[in-house]
């Protein structure tokens, strides 16, 4: 059975820093990594990484945000700096298998960027 389990969410001021970690177990995976939802708003990549390293972003969080995996321990990180308040939103680690096939989803973790 798949799993994916993310930690790290929470309150932060304006200007903080976050980071949030998912593990993952059960298969093999190729690319990982993290979107968003906010409230009202439609779902979004924040930010992906595939086996060999190599990194994709939103334009929103570039500069801000860096995404790393750990491939022997099947983990995805999310290095969120200098938070604003339209980071806000419910954050979900994404997996997908390593023969492309499946597509698996993490239950969220909530962040939440105010003074």
């Known amino acids: 059975q798949v799993r994916l389990v993310e930690s790290g969410g929470g309150l932060v001021q304006p200007g903080g820093s976050l980071r949030l970690s998912c593990a993952a177990s059960?298969?093999?995976?190729?690319?990982m990594g993290w979107h968003r939802q906010a409230q009202g708003e439609q779902h979004e990549l924040v930010a992906s990484?595939?086996?060999?390293?190599?990194?994709n972003y939103a334009d929103s969080v570039k500069g801000r945000f860096t995404v790393s995996r750990d491939n022997a321990k099947n983990t995805v990180d999310l290095q969120m700096n200098n938070l604003k308040p339209e980071d806000t939103a419910v954050y979900y680690c994404?997996?997908?298998?390593?023969?492309?096939?499946?597509?698996?989803w993490g239950l969220g973790t909530h962040v939440t960027v105010s003074s």
């Open positions: 990484i595939n086996t060999g390293g190599n990194t």
């Open positions: 059960g298969t093999q995976f190729g690319a």
């Open positions: 994404n997996a997908r298998s390593l023969d492309g096939v499946g597509d698996y």
